[in-house]
Nanobody, 125 residues
Framework: QLQLVESGGDLVQPGKSLRLSCVAS????????IGWFRQAPGKEREAVAC?????????HYEDIAHGRFTIAGDNAKNTVSLQMNNLKSEDTAVYYC?????????????????WGQGTQVTVSS
């Protein structure tokens, strides 16, 4: 069974950067597309970005991520990263990665079959 473990969350000041990692075990990451989602306190979980590591490697970014976040996959290391730059206080949330068997990922939660436990990102001065 595929398991996903996120890491890299931290407390950072506004304007700083963080790099989150999602490591898959149990099955080859190349068989799944990977999405990043986040859930802020008191809010619903929302999509951030995804990458179709199981097909053409295409990436999809939600508006909240455009220009600041970059998703990348390394199938050899079974890892997908989310580089987050110029962080803002509104980026504070628990960040989750999720895996889908579909060949082309999207921000639709129902598309994803496996979820990690999340990593906390706090942006505060």
């Amino acid at each position: 069974q595929l398991q996903l473990v996120e890491s890299g969350g931290d407390l950072v000041q506004p304007g700083k950067s963080l790099r989150l990692s999602c490591v898959a075990s149990g099955l080859a990451l190349g068989s799944y597309g990977i999405g990043w989602f986040r859930q802020a306190p008191g809010k619903e979980r929302e999509a951030v970005a995804c990458i179709s590591t199981n097909s053409d490697g295409s990436q999809h970014y939600e508006d909240i991520a455009h220009g600041r976040f970059t998703i990348a996959g390394d199938n050899a290391k079974n890892t997908v990263s989310l580089q987050m730059n110029n962080l803002k206080s509104e980026d504070t949330a628990v960040y989750y990665c999720a895996a889908t068997r579909d060949l082309y990922c999207s921000g639709v939660e129902g598309q994803y079959d496996y979820w990690g436990q999340g990593t906390q990102v706090t942006v505060s001065s």
